[in-house]
């Protein structure tokens, strides 16, 4: 199969998943808004609700698949029972072992009694809490003992109750092979993300690298150099949108105001961008610039209503960057010339907008494009 028929799979699965949640979802709210909970009626809800539970944390791996499928991270699924229901080719190839050595047995049977990874599993599962673990030591199944780095994370069902976990891993190199295959990684991750929302919409993907350029000549600028800021700043850049992933393409296609509920799922997506990155070891602040980009310097904004320095320096950065290249290029926007974008920025510097950033932007990056 080749990339692009990889891709198209990907979106198909994705679509068919959300398709089924979201009628699986409505069967559900009617039943329990007009059966009455006796006798055969309650046991067939319970029998619906044990299929929701089995679909929810199989489309969980499924999308986990999608993004770290290409990438050297290791991928386990377990039940509420424990047994690994799930799993990616890397696992297998980590840990020594082939898919029947795993699917449908326990974790002990895979991992030892003893072994810490197998208690991290376990324990997020029982405690319901998100564990990690920077290095730990394993046997693979054939005998070798190797060190590993891996978060482990439980899943819940739409009221809450625990149904499974997910473990993510991946593995631990001394200091500097650990720094490349770190960055290997992180590339090959944002690949695969720059693919999905390529296929979600095309503007995404131009959009996002059009504000990588801009963000980084704002951050020179500012003087911020080559340092490992304007790195996460950079990455961030670029999937500083990957939360609309979530957003039903029609809802990102809809041209003028949009009614409470669209707006809201919108809204949403720096969040869900932050959630979407948590999964991945090394991106804590990448994921912070993500969460914050659409904050305002006056405290206006969203997810947290953050205000001035409080906001990362980085997402300060984006928030201008991706506002001008939108009053540039967004044909859903109203078309300004560039005298008025400028105007508009000037408009809102304080408000919207870091002045001093504002102010950089304007005399080195904007008189100069």
């Known amino acids: 199969m080749n990339e692009l028929e990889q891709l198209k799979k990907i979106v198909r699965d994705q679509t068919r998943m959300i398709i089924e949640k979201n009628r699986m979802l409505a069967e559900m709210e009617y039943r329990l808004k007009n059966a009455v909970l006796t006798g055969s009626r309650n046991e ?24 770290l499928g290409s990438v050297p991270c290791g991928l386990l699924l377990v039940n509420g029972q424990r047994k690994i229901i799930l ?4 696992a297998l190839e980590i840990m020594g072992l082939s898919g029947q050595d795993v699917l449908g047995r326990h974790c002990d049977a895979i991992m030892g009694e003893s072994c810490r990874q197998r208690c991290l599993l376990e324990s997020a599962v029982e405690l319901g809490e998100e564990l990690c673990c920077r290095k730990m030591t394993a046997r693979t199944g054939d005998g070798r003992e190797i060190s590993l780095s891996l978060k482990v ?8 109750r625990i149904v499974g976990g997910v473990e ?44 990588n350029e801009i963000a980084l000549h704002m951050a020179e600028a500012l003087g911020m150099g080559h340092s490992s800021a304007e790195r996460d700043l950079s990455l961030a850049c670029l999937v500083h949108d990957v939360g609309l992933l979530t957003v039903p393409t029609d809802v990102l296609s809809a041209r003028g105001t949009r009614p409470a509920r669209e707006h809201e799922a919108i809204r949403s ?36 209503g953050l205000t ?3 906001i990362p320096m980085e997402s300060r950065i984006l928030a201008l960057a991706e506002a001008y290249d939108a009053m540039c290029h967004d044909a859903a926007a109203p078309k300004r010339s560039p005298l008025e974008i400028i105007e508009e920025i000037q408009k809102n510097s304080g408000t919207q907008f870091d002045p001093e950033i504002v102010e950089v932007f304007l005399k080195k990056v904007v008189a100069k494009r």
Do not use: C
């Not at 650990?178 to 959009?207: C, N, P, T, W």
């Open 87 to 90: 799993h990616n080719d890397e």
């Open 153 to 160: 994370t439980p899943i819940r069902n739409s009221q809450g």
């Open 168 to 211: 993510v891993f991946s593995r631990v190199t001394d200091s500097e092979d650990l720094v490349d295959a770190h960055r290997a990684q992180q590339d090959g991750i944002f690949q695969v993300f720059s693919r999905l929302m390529e296929q979600k919409d095309g503007y995404l993907v131009a959009h996002s690298q059009r504000v």
């Open 44 to 67: 067939r809800l319970v029998q619906m609700q044990s299929r929701y539970d089995k679909d929810l944390i199989e489309e969980q791996a499924s999308m986990l698949k999608s993004i």
């Open 269 to 304: 997506h720096p969040a869900y961008g932050e959630w979407i990155l948590d999964s991945i070891e090394g991106f804590d602040h990448i994921k912070k610039i993500v969460r914050s980009h659409h904050e305002r310097f006056d405290g206006g904004g969203y997810p947290d």
């Open 308 to 310: 001035g320095e409080e």
